[in-house]
């Protein structure tokens, strides 16, 4: 293929660019469309919305993917997945669509490559703020300087950003799930469900946050967050190429000693 032929020609920074460009090629569509209230369709359920923004966007940015490196794979949230090779693009349109359908400004534009299986270069775009987080194998910024996920080393100082419980959980764990929950609300200096795994990563990166946990998430949510929160010196636990669980916190931060650390990352 096309693409093969050029991996060699190509490096993570290469590879970037073309992922910066395609989040920011999407950012004026959804700063005029935010909180215009949308129409809004449901996928898995009524806790899985969608609009036609992200749609259009996943469009959009697979358009420039294809014009800068054609013929290599791309797995979209709302597309599905298209071609085949050692690349493929993780995309996910809008992270975090329930905020941006009702007004909340918390989401944002998630893209990463992955070269045979390695995340080499990944993207965070938040439109709202005009944040831009990137990372490499070289090292991981926002808005072009440096990040180190560096902050609180025990729960009584730390932020934590929770997707936990979902509805899932529940319906899986029970009154369990809840329980676990009021743990982390004791546990944690504050517990916060903002609603964008990728941003979550994001913050925790650049160590605005502490720690960040999700379950049953996809890889397109959390792709380049992963390589955001590595190469900024944090540790994420779990494959962010499988479907499943995941855990993040800041250099430094004593996951033993935790409320964390009950925790069993599931993948797959």
Not at 179 to 191: I, P, T
């Amino acid at each position: 293929m096309i693409w093969v032929a050029r991996l060699k020609e190509m490096d993570a920074t290469q590879l970037l660019d073309t992922a910066t460009e395609a989040a920011r090629s999407v950012g004026p569509r959804l700063r005029k469309a935010f909180r215009s209230r949308p129409e809004v369709s449901t996928k898995r359920d009524f806790h899985d919305p969608v609009t036609e923004h992200d749609r259009a966007a996943e469009e959009a940015i697979r358009a420039v993917i294809d014009a800068r490196v054609p013929g290599s794979a791309i797995i979209g949230e709302e597309g599905g997945s298209t071609g085949s090779g050692d690349l493929t693009w993780y995309v996910d349109p809008i992270d975090g669509t329930a905020n941006f359908a009702t007004g909340l400004p918390f989401f944002c534009v998630s893209i990463a490559a992955a070269v045979r299986g390695e995340l080499v270069a990944g993207v965070v775009y938040d439109p709202v703020r005009d944040d831009e987080f990137t990372a490499t194998t070289a090292g991981a910024w926002c808005n072009g300087t440096p990040i180190r996920s560096r902050g609180a080393s025990a729960d009584r100082e730390a932020m934590l950003l929770c997707a936990y419980p979902t509805p899932q959980d529940l319906d899986e764990e029970g009154e369990a799930a809840l329980q676990r929950y009021g743990r982390f609300l004791k546990a944690f200096s504050a517990v916060r469900r903002p609603g964008s795994a990728a941003l979550n990563l994001a913050h925790v990166a650049a160590g605005w946050s502490d720690v960040a946990y999700g379950t049953w998430s996809n890889p397109w949510d959390v792709a380049a967050g992963a390589l955001l929160v590595r190469q900024a010196g944090g540790v994420y636990v779990g494959d962010p190429l499988v479907k499943g669980d995941y855990l993040a916190y800041v250099g430094g931060f004593d996951l033993a000693g935790s409320a964390l650390a009950e925790v069993s990352v599931r993948q797959g």
